[in-house]
């Protein structure tokens, strides 16, 4: 995606990182994690879960976010069908029976929490301004949303979810720090 996110910070010591291993349990990969190992950037161990994907959970808005790749870049640029082929590549492998899709009120109290979430970032001068980002923070709610119903354990580097935590208790979220690769 093009916005970049508000990255994991391993000067944070109240953010849960995880290391060198895959974590066990089930593991809901985001978006962040398909796009840094494909460009092989971050640590080694997001290129290792991704070849053993099937194993892994996503939301279906990252599967949006996925595709949105194929139709976003350039067909003309002479690097487009490589990029778009590792993507489709990575997509292919994701197993359907492990999209959690999100229901009619899972869009509803995404909405509503994304806004608070907006709202409390622009009084810490943080600007929620543009729609791609009202959209990404509202897919990152889903996201959260259908993770903590599964019992998945969300990796990122978005820090977004750090603050999306306090509205769910069940939410547990991994962050990688991109410069740890």
């Not at 978006?31 to 939301?59: C, D, E, K």
């Not at 492998?93 to 409390?120: C, F, N, Q, S």
């Not at 990152?140 to 603050?163: H, N, P, Q, S, Y």
Request: with cysteine; aromatic share 6%.
């Amino acid at each position: 995606m093009s916005r970049r996110p508000a990255q994991a910070d391993r000067s944070s010591p109240s953010l849960p990182l995880f290391g060198d291993a895959v974590p066990e349990g089930p593991v809901l990969l985001d978006t962040n994690v398909f796009i840094n190992a494909l460009t092989s950037r971050g640590p080694l161990v997001l290129r290792q879960m991704l070849q053993t994907l099937p194993r892994f959970f996503v939301s279906a808005p990252i599967r949006a976010e996925l595709a949105w790749i194929d139709g976003r870049l350039d067909p003309t640029h002479p690097g487009t069908a490589r990029v778009v082929a590792a993507a489709q590549g990575v997509q292919s492998r994701i197993d359907p029976a492990k999209v959690l899709v999100p229901g009619d009120a899972d869009w509803h109290d995404a909405g509503e929490r994304a806004g608070r979430i907006a709202r409390e970032a622009a009084g810490g001068g943080r600007r929620i301004a543009t729609a791609f980002d009202r959209v990404e923070l509202i897919h990152d709610t889903l996201t959260a949303i259908v993770a903590a119903r599964a019992g998945c354990v969300v990796v990122t580097e978005d820090r977004d979810f750090a603050a999306l935590m306090r509205f769910d208790p069940r939410l547990q979220v991994l962050f990688y720090d991109r410069a740890g690769g």
